[in-house]
């Protein structure tokens, strides 16, 4: 009887456990699908999201998650896949974000738990940090850094390589290791990106209520 | 027109009107989760009040809520109110009082003469420390209506710590704890289609013990290009209230209460471009021979459209109908150019009623009451309308025992008689608001007809009057237009002329800090209006009051008013009153604040030369009095803020004889009103002291009365505050030159809080009356009062 309650108290604190919040879903364009525990949600913009939930994006489509420490933000771009993780650690977040397919952009602030981004041959480390990660259909993971720097440890060979800002790491399926600086068109991949999850938006105009002196509501109208 | 807009803190104005002065100081700010505290005094006037009100709404809504005030003891000047907590969340609320005076006329204060600002609440610090552990994930600071609204904070770092059941979610105008999401360690509340507009937020909470709080994050909410869903929003209560009393001996007490038992819902929602209102009342007090008092409203406001059926006050012009109740049918159409309004319904006529030849009590007659008006333009720049009203007593509303009785001789004497009115006036009003410029005029003429018995004149009767009854070459038979009005001998005065015409004028200016009202009006001394309150026949008033305020620190006013009767110099005498007063606040932030007024009033009576009259006995009166106060919240005492406000008041009257010159009567007075109220930081206790005392000495007797009163109260709250028992005691004692006398008042009762938005008050009250001079007075009476509120 007491392994029974034993048994139920663990089950219940586990459940207690994965069902807590890690993360907000601040902005979905698209298709966008979000999977929980092998079955997909309904969700809405501000849905809270739980470890393990994977969010995947379609064509032409864009999604982005803010973890609940507010320390950072992570942009799907067309065609990607991710998994939300993370863990609680002294009263921080240690974050992992682990990309299947596609491409993710991060924006992570200096000073918050740790932070990695993984792919199926890497595990990049990051410490206030702006990277694009990139996981094309031949196995090449591709992490291109603007801002800050990067630590890169292969999976399969555990060699460790910095890539700092304006340089890109290439890991190949094979464990390969190369970094370069980060040519026009690494670059531009994130613009590009940026400007399609962008224009997935609709550009409505911005409608500002005003009171005029008489007291009566006026509309301004912003085209943009 | 900003300026106009500045919170005026400080407000020292006079009624004129209502020869009320009133003091008040704003506390200009509002605690999420904490009901809103207000102490008004009533420097001068107190006694002419029936009851005061505190009215609140958010700032931008049009509807108001009341919750009314209470007087310390009955010989206090000090009131006491709240704005409840459920109406503050983080939007601005404005309020003002309103006072009913005995002769059935209210009033507003700050003065509702559309320049005067009301007070402003504003979203203060609660109590504790600012905590960055919140942290706010849904950052946008911007956002479409279409998007919904997203409230979602992290609180990471205090998960630990955190007390989860105080967390407490505050977002625009309400408390929405229960609607929002919580995990272990984030929150989140949405709404899906937000109002635009600005939103705040705000959550208070618990941190090892400590009372702690987030920032407040402000968010632009911009008007969506979705079809509106339509949601239907809506908040009111629903409260049930029993009133049980027992006395020890009927016989010696004024009166003796029957149990009473009233329910009443109140529902404001609103549903696209429609806002709606349901009000019911139901008392067991309801008499159909006595003044109404149950009640029922429905209203729905739509941008062009106004309808309310059931009870309704509607303020057409004022001097037609403004302000008196009419259970019927208003509506009211607006646009920016033209106005149509019409109401018709039942009103009522408090009436004297006779079983013999000396009056015996009051009654009810029923009135139908029909008002209409259009108007051209509008308050914001020039308008100009034309108002009718006529009040008809309904015959067959009045129970014959009400009405008449049988003399000795067996016939039917008739004691009180249906009656006619009509007002018919023309105003205008030029607004500018640029210029902070307001200016009016209002004219009317009256009918009264005071015995509707005979029904209409017939032309024959007018012959044998020697009335014609052509008028502008077409003969008029008035049995044509009894339908309209009633024109027979009874008419109140026989011939119209300006006796029936009452006229006023005022100007409104705003300029250099100062609000400044001038007005002046003359009622005819047949004027009649039975749709308005407080219209003094006979009289001509003229009146000049000012504000001036510097920044939150410094109130002053000042007026001055004349009032003159026997305007048509049909009586021997003139009587003339002047008022001048004049009172001041002053407050500088983390200091005390000291108040002072002054009131002098002069009267006289004048001979008419015209009329000789032998009896005529000339007479002065003088009444002054002044007060000083000082007012403070001492933060300072470690552990128990208190608020603290004492006032001394000092003056005298007089009623003097020129000829010969002798005093009729003489008196002073003088008292001290001093209040303390402790809020215990360590403990969940509430306490008050409430302290007055007033001497008057008659100086021709040398006679002195005195009274005291002392008021203790004390709360302390258990279970999460959601019981707070309370004990309290009232002192009132009488002694001097009177029969030493006494009341003492002891209640005990409990206000709880058991669900949401509930609160259930039970209060048991014990008075004991005890006469030192004659024994034989003594009496005690019981109250039982219950009161159920549920808000949602």
Known sequence: ?224 | MKRLLVTIALTVPCLALLALTALHVSPESFVPGADVELLLEIAEGGTDISGVDVQYRLVGSTVWQAEPMRQDDPASTYWRGIIPRTAVSTNDVEYRFEFRLSNGAAGYLPADDGITPLYVLKLNAPKGSLNDGFVLISDDSSISADDGYVLAVSYLALAEDVDPKSIRVFVGDRDVTSQTQFSESVLMYREDRPQDGIKKAMITAKVKGADVYSPTWITQILPGSKKPALPFTYRGSVNFAANVYGVSDKDKVFSDPDDDYSTWADLYGSYGIADMQANLLVSSLEDKNSQPVNRYTFGVKIPLLDVFFGDYSPSLSQFTLSGKNIRGLYGKFHTRFLELTWAHGESVRKTEYMASASPTGLSTFKQEAIAARIQFGNDQSFRLGITGARHRDIRSSLGEAYYSYSDAKGDTVYTVRPQDNAVISLDMQLNVPDQHFLAGFEIAGSMLNTNTLPGAISVEEMEDYGLDNEFAGIEVDPEDYADLFIINTNMEPFVPSMANVAWNAYVRMYFWNNFLNLQYNETGSAFNSMGTFGNQRDTRVLSITDQFSFGRFITISGGYSTTEDNLMEHKSETNTYQNIFASAILRIPNMPYVKASFNDNRGENKQNTDIEDSSFDPITSNAQNMSFGIGYNIVQIPHVPTQLDISYRFGGNNVKRTIPDSYTSDNGNSGIGFTMNNRFNMIPLTTLVSYSTSTNKDDLSSKENKSNSLYLKADYAIWENRIKPYVSYRNTGLSGDQEAQSYNYINFGVESYPIRNMTVTADLGMKTYKNDDDSSKDYDTTTFRLLLNQRF
């Open chain 1, 1 to 224: 009887m007491k392994r029974i309650l034993l048994i139920s108290v663990i089950l219940l604190l586990a459940t207690a456990l994965l069902a807590d919040s890690v993360a907000i879903l601040s902005a979905s364009k698209g298709k966008v699908s979000l999977e929980r525990a092998l079955k997909n949600l309904k969700f809405k913009n501000g849905e809270l999201l739980q470890n393990k939930d994977v969010l995947r994006t379609g064509a032409e489509s864009f999604a982005a998650y803010k973890y609940i420490d507010a320390s950072s933000m992570i942009k799907l771009f067309s065609n990607s896949v991710v998994t939300v993780n993370a863990s609680k650690e002294g009263g921080k977040l240690s974050k992992k974000v682990n990309v299947t397919k596609g491409s993710i952009l991060t924006q992570v602030k200096k000073g918050s738990g740790t932070f990695t981004v993984q792919t199926p041959t890497t595990v990049a480390s990051v410490k206030g940090t702006e990277f694009l990660t990139k996981v094309d259909d031949d196995g090449f993971s591709t992490f291109t850094v603007t801002d800050g720097e990067v630590e890169l440890r292969v999976l399969e060979t555990d060699e460790v390589q910095l890539v700092g800002k304006g340089k890109t790491g290439i890991v190949s399926p094979d464990g390969g290791i190369r970094v370069r600086v980060s040519s026009a068109d690494d670059l531009d991949e994130i613009q590009k990106a940026e400007l399609e999850s962008a224009q997935n938006e609709e550009r409505e105009p911005i409608i500002v209520p005003v009171l005029d002196d008489a007291g009566n509501r006026k509309l301004i109208e912003i085209h943009y």
